[in-house]
């Protein structure tokens, strides 16, 4: 079984940048890597998609609220995906899940929550105003 570990997160002023990592570990070897996302929730709100890469051709795409402040990327010889996070916002306060083993390319091209079998622990985001 795979396990997918979050960290980075914290407690950071508007404007501030945080980068989060997720390291697979494991028997990876069970896990698909087409696809692997950030997710984030917030109290009392939905799961929502905020980036998710297509590992093999490194195709990312992004949530239109985190669009050209947040990044995903990867490094395969450590399997680690990461997300880095600049000029941030209130709004993007939550905590944030790395996800992996999705059955559907569809499913990952819309960063659908559900589509996704592997979830980390979450990493805690904060950003005061």
């Known amino acids: 079984q795979v396990q997918l570990v979050e960290s980075g997160g914290g407690s950071v002023q508007a404007g501030g940048s945080l980068r989060l990592s997720c390291v697979a570990s494991?028997?990876?070897?069970?896990?698909?890597?087409?696809?692997m996302g950030w997710f984030r929730q917030a109290p009392g709100k939905e799961r929502e998609g905020v980036a998710i890469?297509?590992?093999?051709?490194?195709?990312?795409y992004y949530a239109d609220s985190v669009k050209d402040r947040f990044t995903i990327s990867q490094d395969n010889a450590k399997n680690t995906v990461y997300l880095q996070m600049n000029s941030l916002k209130p709004e993007d306060t939550a905590m944030y899940y790395c996800?992996?083993?999705?059955?559907?390319?569809?499913?990952?091209?819309?960063?659908?929550?559900?589509?996704?079998?592997?979830w980390g622990q979450g990493t805690q985001v904060t950003v005061s105003s």
């Open positions: 890469i297509y590992t093999r051709d490194v195709i990312t």
């Open positions: 494991g028997d990876t070897s069970s896990l698909n890597y087409m696809c």
């Open positions: 996800a992996a083993n999705v059955a559907y390319y569809s499913d990952c091209r819309a960063l659908k929550a559900g589509g996704f079998g592997s």
